[in-house]
């Protein structure tokens, strides 16, 4: 099992010798290699970008790599708590880790804010999920903003094609329980895996029929298998994405094959093209600036990770009034503290948690982008006003 275990710090990297004196520890856990490594990496870069004192406390990060294997993923964990004493945890990448990691970090009472969706809201009284947030709009957010494209399109049947693992499933539960409200017929759902490296068989079951759209359900490059076959094979109608494949690496990989399907994803990944009224666009372009100047084009799943440190600016300072760095009140009153925040604005978005949202995320994060020219073009956007 190939696993990758790397620790750098934005204190430690200028000067090792300062990283033991270190107050807030930050523990990384990303897919940086594997199948998902197209977002761990933009994930990755974004962590260079969080701060180094945070309420004047020094900060240390621990970033671990664990290849999109949900056992590393897992192992990790358990050792940025035991080992690097995390007082915060960000990641994993991938829905599958982010179930499996979930009772780790609640034992060790350490939020954590993952950067896969929510699969499911929180439930009250849920002593294990209560320390888990969540990056990315949940499932049921990317679903409406889905469905009220396809409605205003005319779209009547889908056939769906999902990678068979959580993020898929979520993926496309939401899309049955909104497209079946509104009359959608779903043809077929069919499944691969992340790993496959045909979806031939797949593509030949969902054209049956002759669907009105084809909707992917996949997270990174693997997104691009089913899509480059559906037009292969010569399928006109139209193509959606789920949000998890928006990223530069897969309007590389899925190049002209792309041209004219919609993706769902953040706005902050079209900034410059929302109204100047919108809400925290100005903190989107910030984001995309600051990212962008470093890294090359923009990410929205770095946008999580410098989300995620946004969040941490505003409440690190609530929580030292509890306690201490390194102890179990300052975690307390950390997590206390991010689930009381209120429109907080992040790139593109504005957070407002509660006991049974810890995604914070309404429709105003939420947008479908078309790919035009190898670039995405903002194409419906929520009501804002």
Same mark, same amino acid.
């Given at each position: 099992m190939k696993r990758s275990m790397v620790v750098i710090s934005m204190v430690a990297v200028m000067a090792t010798a300062t990283a033991a004196r270190a107050d807030i520890t930050i523990g990384v856990n990303l897919s940086s290699t594997g199948p998902a490594a197209s977002l761990g990496m933009a994930e990755k870069n974004a962590v260079t970008l969080g701060p180094s004192v945070i309420a004047g406390q020094k900060v240390r990060y621990v970033v671990y790599d664990d290849a999109t294997d949900t056992t590393a993923a897992v192992q990790n964990v358990k050792r940025l708590i035991s080992e690097g004493k995390?007082?915060?945890?960000?990641?994993?990448?991938?829905?599958?880790?982010?179930? &499996? !990691?979930?009772?780790? =970090?609640?034992?060790a009472k350490t939020s954590m804010i993952q950067l896969a969706p929510s699969p499911a809201p929180i439930a009250a009284g849920d002593e294990k999920r209560k320390w888990i947030f969540y990056g990315p709009p949940t499932a049921d957010i990317y679903a409406a903003a889905l469905i009220r494209h396809m409605v205003r399109k005319g779209v009547k049947t889908v056939s769906v094609i999902s990678v068979d693992d959580a993020y898929g499933e979520s993926c496309v539960a939401a899309y049955k329980k909104l497209a079946d409200q509104k009359g959608i017929k779903t043809l077929t759902v069919e499944k691969y895996k992340r790993t496959d490296t045909s979806a031939t068989g797949q593509?030949?079951?969902?054209?049956?029929?002759?669907?009105? &759209? !084809?909707?992917?359900? =996949?997270?990174?490059t693997p997104g691009a298998l089913p899509h480059i076959a559906l037009i292969d094979r010569g399928y006109k109608g139209k193509i959606y994405q789920s949000g998890g494949s928006a990223s530069a690496e897969f309007l590389r990989v899925g190049g002209k094959a792309l041209e004219g399907s919609f993706m769902l994803g953040l706005p902050l990944l079209a900034a410059e093209q929302l109204p100047a009224d919108y809400p925290a666009k100005r903190e989107a372009l910030a984001f995309a600036k600051a990212y962008e100047a470093k890294y090359g084009p923009r990410s929205m799943f770095a946008a999580q990770v410098w989300n995620s440190m946004k969040i941490l600016e505003a409440t690190v300072p609530k929580a030292l009034k509890a306690g201490k760095p390194g102890?179990?009140?300052?975690?307390?009153?950390?997590?206390?503290?991010?689930?009381?925040?209120?429109?907080?604005?992040?790139?593109?978005?504005?957070?407002?948690?509660?006991?049974?949202?810890?995604?914070?995320?309404?429709?105003?994060?939420?947008?479908?982008?078309?790919?035009?020219?190898?670039?995405w073009k903002l194409e419906d956007l929520a009501d804002y006003k």
């Open positions: 995390a007082d915060f945890l960000i990641g994993p990448t991938t829905s599958p880790a982010g179930l &499996a !990691v979930v009772s780790v =970090a609640a034992e593509v030949l079951h969902a054209m049956q029929g002759n669907p009105d &759209a !084809v909707y992917i359900a =996949a997270s990174g102890t179990e009140k300052f975690r307390v009153a950390l997590r206390d503290a991010i689930e009381s925040t209120k429109g907080l604005k992040g790139a593109g978005m504005v957070l407002t948690f509660s006991p049974t949202d810890h995604t914070g995320i309404n429709q105003l994060g939420m947008c479908v982008l078309k790919v035009e020219n190898g670039k």
